[in-house]
């Protein structure tokens, strides 16, 4: 009955290669984000979906493609992957489609991307 | 750029001792959230202050913001070994679609 998971917890995998993330929440949220979280624990957002459409890109090179197949799920695709994408990936979601004005996110517990 | 900053970056406490970290930011906000992130794990919201709010009470947690100051604090009273952990504050803007933009954390250990 997890509210955010993501899927895998871990990926290791060579530069050049392409991969995807999951995101799947089950609490009825209409927003939905990938967040970023470097080596020094900084986390920056990537991107923000409100009911399937795309909100935010924070000048994330096109490598990274989220999808949205509907409100409950939000995929991260990257491709031709680069040491400097090795990091931690956290998918969120809040209530409302304001952004987290007054609505607190709830984060799933994050892959950790290792790029070799 | 960056929004919050905590500080300290890091903090070691003996159990029962109560923690304070503090959380500047620079441009006006909508509210104000603190966060905790064990390691390994996803972040766990603690509460929310919004910018007419002082003060805010949870458990053992207490939030002040001054938004004159641009900068709230988080104390934890009475702390356990279980609350060690990072913590980070996280700041809504006023303008625009707005996000949480966080801080890079204060390093809390409590030991036995």
């Known amino acids: 009955d997890t509210a955010v998971s993501q899927t895998p917890k871990y990926l290791v995998t060579q530069m050049g290669n392409d991969k995807s993330i999951k995101c799947e929440q089950n609490?009825?949220?209409?927003?939905m984000y990938w967040y970023k979280q470097d080596s020094k624990k900084f986390l920056k957002i990537m991107f923000s979906?409100?009911?399937?459409?795309?909100?935010i890109n924070e000048t994330v090179p096109n490598r990274f493609s989220p999808k949205s197949p509907d409100k409950a799920h939000l995929n991260l695709h990257i491709n031709s992957l680069e040491l400097g994408d090795s990091a931690v990936y956290f998918c969120?979601?809040?209530?409302?489609?304001?952004?987290?004005?007054?609505?607190?996110?709830?984060f799933g517990n994050g892959t950790r991307l290792t790029v070799t | 750029s960056q929004q919050g900053e905590e500080d300290p970056q890091a903090l070691s406490i003996q159990e029962g001792e109560n923690a304070t970290m503090n959380c500047s930011y620079k441009?006006?906000?909508?509210?104000l959230q603190w966060y905790r992130q064990n390691s390994g794990r996803g972040l766990v919201h603690l509460i929310l202050?919004?910018?007419?709010?002082r003060e805010k009470h949870s458990g053992r947690l207490r939030v002040t913001l001054d938004t004159s100051k641009k900068s709230s604090s988080l104390l934890i009273t009475a702390s356990r070994a279980a609350d060690t952990a990072s913590y980070f504050c996280?700041?809504?803007?006023?303008?625009?679609?707005?996000?949480?933009?966080f801080g890079k954390g204060t390093m809390l250990l409590v030991s036995p």
């Open positions: 969120a979601s809040s209530q409302g489609s304001g952004g987290p004005y007054n609505s607190p996110l709830h």
């Open positions: 609490l009825g949220h209409d927003t």
């Open positions: 979906y409100n009911n399937k459409e795309l909100i």
């Open positions: 441009t006006s906000i909508n509210n």
């Open positions: 202050i919004r910018s007419n709010e």
């Open positions: 996280a700041t809504d803007a006023r303008s625009g679609y707005s996000t949480l933009t």
